[in-house]
């Protein structure tokens, strides 16, 4: 009689498992579901909170040349990588800010190191003089090219006015 209620509170426990189981499964599968897109792969790794990808200069290693850093990433298998926030620095030798690249909904592409979104994208000069704004972007690091189809707007601060020439 003893091994027979041993047995039956055993096959409720193991149930009991495989139901938890089951449920922390389909609890996972309905949380990655939004990140992997009809017609594209399974993530492979995601971050959640802050990141940081330093560029160093492979003939100085102790030398900065840009920071790419946001708050979330999807990496794909095809070497995709969907941010969503994006903020990328560049660094001139003496480790000095010289542009700043703001964006959202980015996608970067490892292999060829192009990135886009159809999102707001805000360039600037380190010290804030210069800022280009617009709606849309492809930008090519890797030869300088960068692309902003919509909606453009360039601010120049701290020109001087050209002084005013007189004629005889």
Request: some cysteine.
């Amino acid at each position: 009689m003893n091994s027979v209620l041993r047995n039956r509170r055993r096959q409720r426990r193991l149930s009991g498992l495989a139901v938890g189981m089951a449920v922390g499964l389909a609890v996972g599968a309905w949380w990655l579901a939004p990140l992997a897109a009809p017609g594209q792969p399974a993530p492979v790794s995601v971050v959640r909170g802050h990141f940081r990808a330093p560029e160093y200069d492979p003939e100085n290693p102790n030398q900065i040349r840009s920071l790419l850093s946001g708050v979330g990433a999807t990496y794909q298998a095809n070497g995709l990588i969907l941010l969503n926030t994006l903020r990328w620095e560049g660094y001139t030798k003496d480790r000095q800010t010289n542009l700043i690249i703001l964006g959202t909904n980015c996608v970067f592409d490892s292999r060829s190191k192009i990135a886009h979104s159809p999102d707001r994208l805000r360039l600037e000069s380190g010290n804030g003089l210069f800022v280009v704004e617009g709606i849309g972007f492809l930008w090519q690091p890797t030869n300088s090219h960068l692309i902003i189809s919509n909606q453009v707007h360039t601010r120049i601060r701290g020109l001087q006015p050209a002084a005013a020439t007189t004629r005889p």
